[in-house]
Nanobody, 122 residues
């Protein structure tokens, strides 16, 4: 399974961006991770197969929203009120097929997208 991520770019603080990720096949739970320069990769948000269960990193709660676009078989991450500390490479990730519970461990996600850069200027 391949994950095709798109979106990202340069935005001023307070602005918004939307990321999209489309898998080439069936997967389990999906989510977005990010890695800032000099820091470890961290999970940002995950969503269940039916979209009914979501999880968010505390620092993005109320600002980022993850959802599914079933018509396009894509997972979206709407990022609002962006802050300079949100600057990072964002990665789409997915668990194996039928594994649908949340995990914040990178090792539990076997499919990864190519990464898309998000830069928030102050």
């Amino acid at each position: 399974v391949q994950l095709q991520a798109s979106g990202g770019g340069l935005v001023q603080a307070g602005g918004s961006l939307r990321l999209s990720c489309a898998p080439s096949g069936r997967t389990g739970r999906m989510g977005w991770w990010r890695q800032a320069p000099g820091k470890e990769r961290e999970w940002v948000a995950t969503i269940s197969l039916d979209g009914g269960s979501t999880g968010y990193l505390d620092s993005v709660k109320g600002r980022f929203f993850i959802s599914r676009d079933n018509a396009k078989n894509a997972v979206l991450l709407q990022m609002n009120s962006l802050k300079p500390e949100d600057t990072a490479i964002y990665y789409c990730a997915a668990r194996r097929r039928n594994l649908d519970y949340h995990s914040g461990n990178t090792g539990d996600y076997v499919y990864w997208g190519q990464g898309t850069e998000v830069t928030v200027s102050s």
